[in-house]
């Protein structure tokens, strides 16, 4: 990795900084003897398999094989180059970089299509809001979201905006200050006619709510019709910027409060997230859209440990908040719905009863994810119908079935009982047989799984050379006098590719004059493939008091592997020569094996 900030100033903010409280940040950690554990950021998982190394400053992921230092680990998480990790991680400290005001010069010329892309949101929402709030021409839309309850503070804070109804008003616009159409059509800013190729305004006669990426840059907009167009909400397009399934409305702004709560409250979009923001619920965020991904769900479990769905009441937001909540649930997160009365959003709530009210009798009224789960099975069924019944009541013990903890599923079964005037145990025993078809299904997939990872385990037993080349790397990675020692007995002679290299590097980096740094010396590895192998030996637990003879055993299995390769490529040969009945030659072969063997056993 090519250092452009100067090696020195890099070591300072490392030194400063302790890994475990940056991943901290983005991962909730428990203490497993001298390691910190916790549920991998980078990929699903339910059962930790995430390691933090405070000794060496690393992490790694023993599920998908990420790893690496703080450095490489934000550059990660936050999508950033090394240059903007550097600067995030340095303001964390007292370390001054100023060099970092130049390289961020640099680093923008050399991306030109995305910081236009950028100046371009940033420039069309100043103008909507400009329109919006001191034009003549945002009048009726000012007027309608004052008599929404949009105050200028919230206008101002969330840079709410107007697109006047015309074809070229943010075309003519952009294309005033040398913004290429082609690129601002493949931003979602405008379109382009088939006719001529001339650029049109996307957004039309909408008011307009600017949307912001993780790290807080603006990517897209969601405008909402003001008179009778449709669609109703009309989203940006889908772009290099702006994935809607990997971004949450306000999650930028919200993510700190969050964090502090390790709490957030779940909304369908932008407009009920600025509504309740306006009630005091400031760590709020909305989906761009009703399903909620997997992506968006993880993004949460990093941050929080419980969330409040708040959807509207009718049958698509219960159905958004059954298919959303399990999701949720699945991931790891504790899920509570905030029930409204039928008909009812939370902006129509809010601007009905007022803020107190949506607080008091709303959100600190959430019930339980199985609360709701007798709400929605309830919905648009006759209980006093015996078919309906009957299927509410299935429908409820297989839901019971699955929860885990038999408290829980004894207070359901209570409910369940005394809503119908039903025997508790004969609720059990229903509950207790879907329980036995459901243990028999989970031990069907724990069998494939074990009989996978069996599998798995046995490709990992390795030969035997390959295993004294790990062992090597590893101890060379905490040790100079050993790599010197390794570099002198067999230089570059490895034989698995991947080593080969990582011990070319650390050769280099002791060359170099540097002290053993596992962290120091990752971060100089630009492969990320090589960078997560040379990590997880990094990680590897290794004998400092190493003994010459064990040593000499690793090398010893290196020198001879050539010998062993060649033994197998005669055993190969001895069995064709048998396949043709040549018996005299596949002796002669036999004895030179026996005789190779000897050689190696003697040495």
Known sequence: MSQRIPDEKIEQVRQSLDIVDIVSEYVQLKKQGRNFQGLCPFHGEKTPSFSVSPDKQLYHCFGCGAGGNAFSFVME?????????????????????????????????????????HEAHQLAAKLYHHVLTVSDEGKQAREYLRGRGFTKEVIDHFQIGYAPNSWEFLSRFLLKRDFSMEEMEQA??????????????KFRDRIMFPIWDRQGKMVAFGGRVLNDGKPKYLNSPESQLFNKSDILYYFHQARPLMKKKSEAVLFEGYVDVISAWRAGIDNG??????????NQAKMLRRNIDRIIICYDSDHAGMQATYKNGQLLRNVGLEVEVALLPDGDDPDDYIRKHGSKRFNQDVILQSVTFMSFIFEFYRKGKNLQQEGDRLTYIENILQEISQLSGAVERDHYLRKLADEFSLSLEALKQEQMGLMKVAEKKQKRQIHKAVQTRVAKEAKKLLPAHENAERELIALMLHSRSIADHVQKEIGGNFYIDDYQAIAALIYSYYGEGYDPNPSHFIERISDSDLRSKAT????????HDLSEQELNDYLKQIHQFPKYREIDQLKIQQKKAEEMNNFGEAALIAMQIIKMKQELKNH
């Open 536 to 543: 997880s030996l990094a990680m590897k637990r290794v004998n």
């Open 77 to 117: 998480i936050e999508d950033v180059s090394f240059i903007e990790a550097v600067e995030k991680l340095a303001n964390k400290t007292d370390v001054t970089i100023p060099e970092l005001d130049a390289l961020s010069k640099t680093d923008e010329s050399s991306d030109n299509k995305s910081k236009s892309w």
């Open 188 to 201: 979602g800013l405008v379109g382009l006619r088939d006719s001529d190729s001339k650029a049109y305004d």
């Open 285 to 294: 965020i909305g989906g761009l859209g009703t399903a909620l991904t997997e």
